[in-house]
Every structure is written in C-alpha cells, then in structure tokens.
C-alpha cells in the first residue's frame, strides 16, 4: 500500500488525496509526503494508523521527512501508533495536549470509549453544550465501529482544534467489513454508494428492515451528525469501500432544511476511488453558538419521524390498476 501526505488534505480538498491512496500489496505501507509543507485533517492520520497497526512494523516504509511540519505527526502520535522511530532529525518540544488536539487513539471496547469519552471532554475545556455535542459524535462513530465493523484492531480517531476558527476537527477510520455488508444484513445493496446513501438516512440500520430501527440501534446516528455539520455549515465526509460522499457547505443565505435522504443535501460523490476495507469519516464542527444550533435537536427528530413515516408509507403503498 502505499499513501502520500501532500501539503494540504483537509475535507474541502480531501478528493486529490483519496485519489491517490494505492491500495495494493497490503503486507507493505508505504509513506511519502510532500517536502516542503504537511498540513492535514485529523482523519488522515486516522488512515494511516488503521493501514499500519495490521502491518509488521518492518514492512512500513516512511521516506525521510523534509517538511518543516513533520513534527505534528509525532505531536499526534503517528509513529507511536505504528511502532517506528520517529524520524532522528526531529527536535520535538513537548506540548500539553488540553484543549488543543487528542492524538490517534485506538478504542476497540465500549469500556475503552466511555473511558475515552470522560477524559476527552475535560481536555477540550467546552462549554456544557458544545461539550455535550463533540461527546455524542465521537461516541456515535466509535461505536459504529464496534457494534459494526467487526474490526479486530477496533477505531482510530484523532481531533484537533482550531482557535482561529474555533473548529474542532474530528477522524475517524477503521479496516473492518465496511457499509456495505453491513446494510446487506438488512437490505439489498449492490454499490458502495448505494450502501453509504442508506447508512445517512435516519431509521435504517444494517441490523433490522424495521423502519426505524430498534430500541438499541435506531439508525441515525450518521444522519444525526451529517445534520450537526449542516447546520453549522460545515463539511463531513464518509468514504467506505469504492465510494464517497462529501457534504458541502450551504450557502450563508439558505435557508436550513435537514433532508432525510443525503442526496437532496448539498453535496459530491465518488464511486470509483480506491478501494478502502472498511469505513472513514470526517467532520469539522464550528463551536460558536447559533440560534439554528439551538434548535438543532428539534429539527432533528422532526426530520427522523417524518422519515420512517415515508419508508413505511412507500413500503406499504400498493400500485393502482385501472
């Protein structure tokens, strides 16, 4: 395998550098990056340490590393996670990780995710409702990845907060079974694409055709958080199998409508990248409180009933005969 950090991969531009992943020779891993400058979102580094826990640390290639910015893969544990040396050149001062970043971190256990979850928030030093928000996500994709990916190595996640724009930037990757065979427990899918529009549509879950879900699994946590990024105008991508989809930031002057079908949403796909083994997703979650954040969780659950509604009425409906 092989995969190139460039000088910039963030969700607006992430396309190029999903492009670019070689999937082949799964045994090896390949790192190269650009030389002059590294800046990437979390979810790439997420990637990197989901392709190389699985690999023997001697079958994982890392050029020496130009850049002047290759101290932040140490900063975020990338070498750590992978069990190679970091590059000799580094001169690395330590800095206290609260409120700035969480480094790549494998939870493979719900035990692991609440222990998570409880030392994360302190560390971000959130207000109660932004808190409250960044806790649900996480929880939300992690345990997505234990309840359905049947990943032995579990989820990598890692996130990074941006003062300026007060964005905290979130990843997520595992090498597990991947959206489609999950959803083909319950429904019939034939693409990856196919596949990740019913994994985003809230009341469909790969472990039941009852609309809605169960009590357990209600299907909509992936809708859930593509609506908390909508709202805030910002990105979220999901990349599993052959395909991806990217959410788009709506215009300021739009008018806010949570869709419950992912391709009414603003957005871009791909059904020919690569070939991942298992599920990636990005967010970025501007922090600053709005009016339309507030009302958030009531829009939510509107959008959720109506759906399921909809499901159970086009399942229901019998064709007319004249």
């Given at each position: ?241 052959g395909a991806f989809y990217k959410l788009l930031r709506r215009p300021s ?37 709005t009016e339309e954040f507030s009302l958030l969780l009531d829009a939510i ?22």
């Amino acid at each position: 395998m092989r995969i190139h950090l460039p000088n910039s991969a963030f969700l607006g531009n992430i396309d190029p550098f999903l492009r670019a992943f070689e999937p082949s020779s799964p045994d090896v891993l390949e790192i190269t990056a650009n030389e002059k400058w590294i800046s990437v979102h979390p979810v790439v580094l997420s990637m990197i340490a989901a392709l190389g826990v699985s690999i023997d640390p001697r079958g994982i290639q890392c050029e020496k590393l130009e850049a002047r910015s290759k101290h932040y893969l140490v900063r975020m544990g990338l070498f750590k996670i992978l069990s190679i040396p970091p590059p000799q050149d580094i001169q690395m001062v330590e800095h206290e990780p609260a409120g700035r970043f969480i480094p790549i971190t494998q939870i493979r256990t719900s035990d692991e995710l609440t222990k998570f979850i409880t030392e994360m928030i302190p560390l971000l030093h959130l207000a109660q409702e932004q808190a409250k928000t960044i806790g649900y996500i996480v929880s939300e994709l992690v345990r997505n990845v234990i309840e359905h990916a049947h990943s032995m190595y579990g989820a990598f996640l890692c996130a990074q907060y941006y003062a300026k724009s007060n964005t905290i930037r979130i990843g997520i990757a595992d090498t597990g079974r991947g959206i489609k065979t999950t959803i083909n427990q319950a429904y019939s899918v034939t693409t990856d694409l196919e596949a990740i529009q019913l994994a985003l549509w809230p009341g469909i879950t790969g472990t039941t055709r009852r609309e809605g879900g169960t009590e357990q699994n209600a299907g909509a946590g992936l809708f859930f958080i593509k609506s908390i990024a909508g709202v805030n105008r910002d990105f979220f991508m999901i990349y599993s199998g052959g395909a991806f989809y990217k959410l788009l930031r709506r215009p300021s002057s739009s008018k806010l409508r949570l869709n419950a079908d992912p391709f009414k949403d603003r957005h871009s796909i791909d059904d020919e990248l690569p070939f991942w083994q298992g599920t990636i997703v990005g967010i970025d979650i501007t922090l600053d409180q709005t009016e339309e954040f507030s009302l958030l969780l009531d829009a939510i659950g509107k959008t959720y009933t109506n759906a399921v509604k909809e499901r159970k009425k086009a399942r229901y409906r019998r064709p007319r005969f004249i």
